[in-house]
């Protein structure tokens, strides 16, 4: 069964992913919203992981995407974007998606 960490902030989520990484147990993927506390936002948050995982499947997830264009978070990497509200299937959806993309590259 797999762990599925959830933290406050994207701060705390690069150091945790750091850890993971030092201790070579990386994570599958990513679900980030797009805005969050911290410096660090969605989009940014994906940026700093990249650095240390490049390859690291990532779902955005927002209530407000109605204001922004969609490929644009596509351009910035993520492989899915999911609006809110949703349910356990279009999360398992994204995930799958996510992770069947980052596979089709590799």
Do not use: C, W
């Amino acid at each position: 069964k797999r762990q599925v960490p959830s933290v406050a902030s994207g701060d705390r989520a690069i150091d945790i992913f750091r850890g993971k990484m030092e201790e070579a147990i990386p994570f599958d993927a990513l679900i980030t919203d797009l805005t969050m506390p911290g410096r660090n936002d969605g989009v940014q948050l994906l940026r700093r992981l990249r650095e240390l995982d490049p390859e690291i499947p990532a779902v955005l997830s927002s209530g407000a995407l109605h204001r922004q264009n969609i490929s644009s978070y596509r351009d910035a990497g993520f492989q899915y974007v999911l609006r809110k509200p949703f349910g356990e299937m279009e999360i398992r959806n994204a995930l799958a998606r996510a992770l069947a993309e980052r596979d089709s590259v590799a």
